[in-house]
């Protein structure tokens, strides 16, 4: 049988430890081939933005360890996926499946508007290729054995969306059931004994304001410059500021908060269905496949797959 193709991106850049943790595991469970094409430093936030007007460097980068290939690009995570799907980057290769993450902070609720590791999974979706989207609510996460439980469970996540788990047929993978959706995965803080499991979840309205506060130091390495043609300009920062909360049972911030890793179908589709749509349909049973599959190789307990 012919191995899986994996495009894994991030946005946090092609070093953090996020991407190094999954791939990490992915190539030792050895199941697929790895490709990676990933922001060559910190894109938080940049949601689907991609580059126009300049050209962009993509750079080898040999230091990912059992990777096929992999490159970090001076772009965002929606440049870096475009640059590998529709460029001679990787010899105009196809890929099975796409990986984003793992994120450093969750994507939970409207989060994933402005998540770039989620708008890299989305441009891959774009393109027609199945995609996952992975993070972990923990923003101190700065080394990769911080991940190493969420990279390990991404494995059997994978290998179900591949149809590579006991009892799947592989010619009838969910992930060809998949083209054109995100699936936003979210791992708890607390792991280990304290994950309940995988829960199939709604998108929340959790998010977190911004607080602007203004500044009149000069702009430091992490704040935008600004022009010297325009010296009157106020300078401000964006601080995280009111949370707004979202605990509805069934939702992604109410699983994660709750010790579940939620598992969220995500539509490229922005307008609101007036009846019952039959692929709605095939995708939860697709992502509730995924879940059970996924829960039984893991050992863990399963969630919400009936009341979506």
């Known amino acids: 049988m012919v191995r899986p193709r994996l495009l894994v991106s991030n946005d946090d850049g092609i070093n953090a430890p996020g991407i190094k943790a999954l791939v990490t595991e992915i190539v030792k469970a050895d199941f697929a ?3 990676v094409c990933a922001p060559s430093g910190e894109r938080s936030a940049q949601s689907h ?3 126009l007007g300049r050209y962009l ?3 080898r980068a040999d230091h990912v360890p059992g990777t096929i290939e992999a490159y970090a690009v001076d772009g965002t995570p929606a440049d870096s996926v475009m ?3 529709c460029s ?3 010899q105009d290769m196809s890929f099975d499946l796409m990986l984003s993450g793992i994120n450093r902070g969750d994507n939970c609720g409207l989060h994933v508007i402005y ?3 989620v708008g890299a999974a989305r441009e891959a979706a774009c393109k027609g290729i199945p995609a996952v989207a992975f993070s972990l609510d923990n923003h101190l996460a700065r080394k990769p054995d911080d991940y190493s439980l969420s990279a390990a469970l991404c494995v059997p996540i994978v290998r179900a969306m591949l149809g590579l788990l006991p009892g799947q047929d592989p010619s009838r993978r969910p992930a060809g059931l998949l083209r054109g959706v995100v699936v936003n995965v979210n791992f708890p803080i607390g792991q280990g004994q304290l994950l309940q499991g995988l829960y199939l979840s709604r998108q929340s309205v959790a998010c977190v304001f911004p607080a602007f506060k203004e ?6 390495p992490h704040l935008a410059e600004i022009d010297e043609h325009t010296p009157n300009s106020r300078v401000f920062r964006n601080y995280a500021g009111l949370v707004q909360e979202d605990q509805d049972e069934g939702g992604d911030a109410w699983a ?3 010790g579940w890793a939620s598992v969220t179908p995500l539509s490229l589709l922005s307008h609101i269905m007036t009846k019952p749509d039959s692929r709605s349909e095939g995708i939860v049973a697709a992502v509730s496949e995924v879940i059970s599959r996924a829960a039984s190789e893991a050992g863990l307990s399963t969630g919400g797959i009936s009341k979506l």
């Open 33 to 35: 081939d790895v490709y």
């Open 49 to 51: 933005a991609i580059t």
């Open 57 to 59: 460097s993509c750079v």
């Open 83 to 85: 640059l590998a799907l």
């Open 88 to 90: 001679p980057v990787f």
């Open 115 to 117: 998540s770039g590791t």
């Open 215 to 220: 500044v009149s130091e000069a702009p430091g």
């Open 256 to 258: 994660v908060k709750n």
